[in-house]
Each structure stands twice: as C-alpha cells, then as structure tokens.
C-alpha cells in the first residue's frame, strides 16, 4: 500500500505531522510520500532521528495545490 501525506498543512505543522510519521513507521512497513519542503522535512526527520526505507519526500509548491 502506497500512502501519500501533506506534511506542511493543519495546525502546528510540519512538527506534528513529522512525528505522526515517526510513530506510524514504529509500527507498519507500508510506503509512505511525505508531500511538501523537502528541504525544512529532512532537517525534521533527522532531528528526531527517523529513517526508514518505506518513506520519500515528494516535493510540491503552492502552484501545484489544488484549493
């Protein structure tokens, strides 16, 4: 199963969604898009240590959004 997450929308993000990450990938090996700045979420995921073969960062700017 493929799962795609917009990381850098809802309140307190990408923090809270980098962590909901962390705690998912503790418990399932399904592959996982992280949508949004790659940049600000790899700086993230290797302050709090999470690596995992089953996630990607996928890049997108707002010109690609759909509102």
Known sequence: ???GIDMMGGDFAPLEAVKGVQ???SNNQ???FCI???TQLEE???HHGIS??????SRCTRSH???
């Open 65 to 67: 959004w759909i509102p």
């Open 30 to 32: 399904h592959n996982l």
């Open 23 to 25: 705690q998912y990938l």
């Open 1 to 3: 199963m493929n799962i």
């Open 52 to 57: 995992s073969p089953f996630f990607a960062f």
């Open 36 to 38: 949004g700045d790659a």
């Open 44 to 46: 993230l995921f290797q």
